[in-house]
C-alpha cells in the first residue's frame, strides 16, 4: 500500500504497539481511514481497537474512557475539532503529534491516557 494513509499506519504502528498490552485504542479516522486498513492489524494483531465512526458528541466522550486500561485516542487532521472537545475534557493525557518524516505535514494525533496504576506496557 502506498499514500498518506500508509504512511500513518506505518509511522504509528511502533508506537501503538508498544502500548497495546495496557490499552485499548480508540480509532478517529473515518471517513478518510479505518483500522481496518490492512497495515494496521497486520503490525498490530493484538491491538483492542474501537472505532469512532460518527462524529463525537460531549456527552459521549466519557463512555469512551475504560477505567481498567489506558486509552490511546489516535485522531487524523479532518477530526481535530473532535480532539479539541476530548482534550478539554479529559486533561489526564499526554500528547504526541504525528509528522510525516517525508514533507512534515501533520498525519494525526495520539493523546495516550495513561493506565491505572499496576498495569503496564510492553517496556515497563
Request: charged fraction near 20%; avoid cysteine; proline fraction near 10%.
Amino acid at each position: 500500500y502506498g499514500g498518506g494513509n500508509a504512511e500513518f499506519a506505518t509511522t504509528i504502528a511502533p508506537l501503538l504497539s508498544e502500548l497495546t498490552p495496557a490499552h485499548h485504542i480508540r480509532f478517529f479516522g473515518a471517513p478518510r481511514m479505518t483500522w481496518d486498513f490492512a497495515t494496521l492489524p497486520y503490525l498490530i494483531p493484538e491491538a483492542k481497537v474501537s472505532e469512532i465512526d460518527e462524529p463525537l458528541q460531549p456527552d459521549d466522550i466519557l463512555k469512551y474512557v475504560k477505567e481498567e486500561r489506558g486509552v490511546v485516542y489516535v485522531f487524523m487532521p479532518h477530526r481535530l475539532a473532535e480532539y479539541e472537545m476530548l482534550r478539554e475534557l479529559i486533561s489526564s493525557g499526554n500528547e504526541a503529534e504525528i509528522h510525516s518524516p517525508v514533507d512534515g505535514r501533520l498525519m494525526g494525533i495520539l493523546y495516550v491516557v495513561p493506565p491505572p496504576t499496576g498495569v503496564t506496557t510492553k517496556s515497563g
